[in-house]
Every structure is written in C-alpha cells, then in structure tokens.
C-alpha cells in the first residue's frame, strides 16, 4: 500500500488489479492493519486515506470524495469504503456515511462498536468486551504495549479469516446499518469485498 498525491491507475500488461478505497476514522492503527491486508490479497490495490485530525464523519466523508475526485480511474470493479467508530458519534452523523454509501453500489461503511479495537480483538480471541478500555487492555495481551501501533507481522490469513468468521457470525441477524450491540463490527463485509469472501469456508 502506497502513498500518492494522486489517484491514478499504472496501465500495463500485468493483471487487472482492483483498487478498494478506504476512508478511516483512525490515522494510525487502520493504515497497518489494511497495510498487512495489501500484502496478502492478489490484484487488489488498497489506498487509504486519513482524517488529518478530524475524525468527525462530515470530515470522512470530504476526505472520501476528494479522493474520488481525484481518482481518473475509478470503474463499477473497484469499491470505496469508509471505515469507522461508534462511539463518539450520535446516529445522525453515522447516518450520513450511510446516505452517502447508497449512492452506489460499490460503495461501503464499516462500523465497529465501541471501535476498530473490538475489530483487531476478534484476530485473537472470541470475547467481545463492551468497552474500548477493555478491548485494549485484552489486546495488550496479543499485542504487547499496544498502543494505536503494532507490527503488521501479527495479522496474518489465519488471523483474519478467524476475525471474519467471528464478526460475521456476531453480526446475527445481519444489521442495516451500524453495529448497535457493543463488541460487533462489520468490517469483515469489507474483509469480504477485499478477499472476494462471499461463501462460508
């Protein structure tokens, strides 16, 4: 995964490789995380984009369309998400990263409850705790000193494939929208859309 001050697609003779914008809440802890993704998903180029600072979903949601605008290349094969917490925000600003996810079809919003941690949390272990404290208290556990930061070695397939079935099956019956139940996530609806993961294993 590479920085760009441009959205462009190289043209060449190597194989189609779909790009699969990300939009996230988080500066840190969410580039690593789709940085370790990118180094196992085949013709797949994922872009994140940042906040700056603002993590607001109004500030997403600007972050996303500009990237878009820039993006020459951007076809019904690719896909952009935005990838986001819940537990700073009222409904109505979570809402408006869903309106606007409906304007196409390969556009995508990945919530976790209360946040991303609950999601890196699910790579290890089944518990789901209702707290962000508690989610990185536990992950201290796997990930040493955790702090926002942590190796991309730790993610592995099988880590992320245990991550998809956890939070797939937590996710029961599928929400609408965001995870309203503290503890669930939907990012592996975009761990699917990565891996083209639309079968159970």
Excluded at 169 to 189: A, K, L, M, Q, W
Aim: charged share 30%.
């Amino acid at each position: 995964m590479r920085r760009m001050t441009r959205f462009t697609r190289k043209i060449g003779s190597r194989p189609y490789r779909r790009i699969i914008l990300i939009a996230s809440e988080g500066r840190v802890t969410e580039p690593v995380y789709f940085q370790a993704v990118q180094s196992m998903a085949e013709n797949v180029d994922i872009r994140c984009v940042t906040s700056s600072g603002r993590s607001a979903p109004p500030y997403i949601l600007k972050k996303i369309k500009k990237a878009l605008n820039e993006l020459t290349t951007f076809s019904c094969k690719d896909s952009a998400w935005v990838v986001a917490d819940k537990d700073r925000w009222e409904k109505e600003q979570l809402d408006t990263l869903y309106e606007w996810a409906e304007k196409a079809p390969n556009y995508g919003v990945a919530v976790s409850n209360p946040a991303f941690e609950c999601w890196l949390l699910m790579h290890f272990e089944e518990k789901s705790p209702d707290s962000l404290a508690k989610c990185t208290e536990r992950l201290r556990r796997y990930i040493p000193n955790y702090d926002k930061k942590f190796s991309s070695a730790l993610i592995t397939m099988e880590a992320i494939r245990a991550a998809h079935q956890r939070g797939k099956g937590r996710d029961n019956p599928p929400c609408e929208r965001y995870p309203e139940i503290p503890g669930r996530s939907t990012v592996y609806r975009l761990i699917e859309d990565i891996f083209g993961w639309n079968q159970p294993y």
